[in-house]
């Protein structure tokens, strides 16, 4: 698998693998995929993007169209 995050791999993170079994997330991360759009997870923003993909699993788009921009 390339290498696809700018900060390093946070689906790596023991967390972030219980919280994406916990969503039901737990496949789509594991193809590389935003499990609300299904998109291939990108780049993130900042740490606080990487945090909150360790939570719910969201890309940095899904992320924007949640909580908004910075």
């Known amino acids: 698998m390339q290498d696809k ?3 390093g791999d946070p ?6 693998q219980f919280a994406t079994r916990a969503i039901g997330g737990h496949n789509a991360l ?14 993130f923003r900042n740490d606080i993007s990487i945090k909150e993909f360790s939570i719910s ?6 992320q924007d169209s949640v909580f908004g921009q910075d």
């Open 5 to 7: 995050f700018k900060y």
């Open 30 to 43: 594991n193809a590389c995929r935003c499990p609300t759009c299904q998109d291939e997870i990108g780049e």
């Open 11 to 16: 689906r790596t993170r023991k967390f972030t």
């Open 57 to 62: 699993g969201m890309c940095q788009k899904c």
